[in-house]
Antibody, heavy 117, light 110 residues
Framework: QVQLQESGPGLVQPSETLSLTCTVS?????????WGWIRQPPGKGLEWIGN???????YYDSSLKSRVTISVDTSKNQFSLKLISVTAADTAVYYC??????????WGQGTLVTVSS | QSALTQPASVSGSPGQSITISCTGT?????????VSWYQQHPGRAPKLMIY???TRPSGVSNRFSGSKSGNTASLTISGLQAEDEADYYC??????????FGGGTKLTVL
């Protein structure tokens, strides 16, 4: 059974870098699939951030592309999200998930990241 | 890219059927059979209910069904139950090799 778990700081200072890691268990990242990040601001809808293919190719939402980097650490079976120059608008629950072209599942439980001084 | 368009809310009585629409463009919903639907209860992670337009994952009730016509996809829930009350989101792969989500629909079971 594939499981994903997000980890990282829950509080980030404005203008700093948000860094999160997703640890995957029950499946090797190198075996296939896209591995993605999705966020949900408090009380709002889901927003796709981007994903990384098992080969290392990355794809990002156009509105975040200039600030986002997603990478894979195959030795730890993890993938990571870095979002630079954060503002209060980046406050959200961040989810990691496995993706195919037609589905996003399973999801991690989500982690709330608050941008505030 | 703009989010896919969903109604903000729908409601129905127990036992009834409801349909939630998801409208995109020929560059996303209309261009690929890669539409999926998610159920989200408060404080919980989204759960996949339908993938590839109309396929139900193992364990999802057959009361949930999906379809697509042109640039609009639909999720139908038949035999509404109290436990179906939740937020529902559609998603589609796009011609830019990205993914879009809908704005979400709050389902109220009266």
């Amino acid at each position: 059974q594939v499981q994903l778990q997000e980890s990282g700081p829950g509080l980030v200072q404005p203008s700093e870098t948000l860094s999160l890691t997703c640890t995957v268990s029950g499946y090797s990242i190198t075996s296939g699939y896209f591995w993605g990040w999705i966020r949900q601001p408090p009380g709002k809808g889901l927003e796709w951030i981007g994903n990384v293919y098992h080969s290392g190719s990355t794809y990002y939402d156009s509105s975040l592309k200039s600030r986002v980097t997603i990478s894979v650490d195959t030795s730890k079976n993890q993938f990571s999200l870095k979002l630079i120059s954060v503002t209060a608008a980046d406050t959200a629950v961040y989810y990691c998930a496995r993706q195919t072209y037609g589905s996003t599942s399973p999801w991690g439980q989500g982690t709330l990241v608050t941008v505030s001084s | 890219q703009s989010a896919l368009t969903q109604p903000a809310s729908v409601s129905g009585s127990p036992g009834q059927s409801i349909t939630i629409s998801c409208t995109g463009t020929s560059s996303d919903v209309g261009g690929y059979n890669f539409v999926s639907w998610y159920q989200q209860h408060p404080g919980r992670a989204p759960k996949l209910m339908i993938y590839d337009v109309s396929t139900r994952p193992s364990g999802v009730s057959n009361r949930f069904s999906g379809s697509k016509s042109g640039n609009t996809a639909s999720l139908t829930i038949s035999g509404l139950q109290a436990e179906d009350e939740a937020d529902y989101y559609c998603s589609s792969y796009t011609s830019s090799s990205t993914f879009l989500f809908g704005g979400g629909t709050k389902l109220t079971v009266l």
